[in-house]
Nanobody
Framework: QVQPVESGRGLVQTGGSLRLSCAAS????????MAWYRQAPGEERELVAT???????NYADSVKGRFTISRDNAKNKMYLQMNNLKPEDTAVYFC?????????WGQGTQVTVSS
């Protein structure tokens, strides 16, 4: 299976927190930079955060200081800790390699932040 499995969906109030997980196959995960993306209703998919195989991270300006991306190479898993959530963070969140490959998109996981 190539597609990763995202989990951690939830409905939270503004200011709340959620932790997303991504389980990927070793062929996808190993030696690849990984990333979280999100797509809000009516919007294009956008890059949220990236992490290299060595752990170097980068964030979209909109989430800097609130989100933390991490990975566990031994478990082929990646995480996104989201704090101080805002209504504009409402979206379906996906994981993929960086840059993304079309055959790797999974179902994503829904995050809804109420005001």
């Amino acid at each position: 299976q190539v597609q990763p499995v995202e989990s951690g969906r939830g409905l939270v109030q503004t200011g709340g927190s959620l932790r997303l997980s991504c389980a990927a196959s070793g062929s996808v995960f190993s030696a690849n930079a990984m990333a979280w993306y999100r797509q809000a209703p009516g919007e294009e998919r956008e890059l949220v955060a990236t992490i290299t195989s060595g752990g170097k991270t980068n964030y979209a300006d909109s989430v800097k200081g609130r989100f933390t991306i991490s990975r566990d190479n031994a478990k082929n898993k990646m995480y996104l800790q989201m704090n101080n959530l805002k209504p504009e963070d409402t979206a379906v969140y996906f994981c993929n390699v960086d840059p993304p490959r079309p055959e790797i998109w999974g179902q994503g996981t829904q995050v809804t932040v109420s005001s």
